[in-house]
């Protein structure tokens, strides 16, 4: 009789846990499938202008630390294929044009933000069916405390008070099996690499250029070092013996970044470049060097950015582009 109740006792207390369990996945279920932005259609637009053309044609400042986050932008901005519009929305293909920026472009390069944005969002929302087991059993422990308590308590509620001693009957409480959650951390070794970028360590520098007439003129701009990581003793630690005696001593090692390569170095690398492109290097430019030739590789492999006075000039390449800042773009 007692073996059979507590089956039952067992039996109903799993189909509560697993009843609580299942509506949780429900619910989780139903936050994933229900899931939508809370954004306008002006911000995601904002951003594909900002953070995918804007980055591509414009590049990062001194700050930035990783130009590769530039081929990331250009790359987004390839994925609209708007062909049957008859739009071209690849920034490699257009950052010469006047209209660069074109509005449809735009807001299908915000649609694949805002995809991404909800798929980050169902993602970590998807991660709450962890807790459908964790719930699952917190309710089995807890319905069969809640039920076991109230038969016990029916149990010494129907017996002779006579029989009752306080203090001379003990009512064990069930020995609960403890729930261990075990947390992996996943160590990462990093192997340091050969050289790395390094911002700050020596002031930016600059070399002018101009075309053989004077009609356009550039400039390389360097602002990164390249840096490896240097050991060096640093100080000493010293032990002395309890019983007396000699101490001993051993160097304590040290790492710091040093430069090897500074921003002087990659402006000089790429002049020859710049120089096989028709144009001679000079000490200053008589005007303004805004616009920057959106090859991203330019940054990501020569560590450098150049910059010309315009796209066009008096002697005018093929789509409206000099020749010159063609060659430019296609440097590398």
Known sequence: MSQSRDRGLFLLSLNFGTIVGISWGLFVSHLVSTAHSFYSPNHWIHLAR????????????????????????????AKVNLSSSNLVCDASKIWFWAERYPIPCLEAVGEIYKANALWWKKFWLKSLYIFVPVFGLLAFLAAYLVIKWVREMRFWEGRPRVTVRRGGVG???????????????????????AAYPCPNYYPPYDKPFTNVNGTLYGVIHGWLSACYDETYTCGKSCTTPPAGGEVTCKPISCTRSRPFMLPT????????????????????VPGVVDKRVPNPRIEGSLWVKIAVSAFNSTDVGGEGLDEGVRCLYEMI
């Open 265 to 284: 170095d990659f402006v000089d690398r790429a002049a020859w470049r710049v120089e096989r492109c028709g144009f001679r290097l000079v000490d200053w």
């Open 171 to 193: 009512i064990r409480a069930p020995l609960l099996p403890r729930v261990a959650v075990a947390a992996l951390a996943l160590a990462v070794l990093l192997t340091p690499a």
């Open 50 to 77: 900002t953070q995918a053309y804007g980055l591509c044609y414009d590049g990062c400042g001194d700050s930035c630390l990783f130009p590769s986050i530039i081929a990331d932008a250009c790359y987004m901005t």
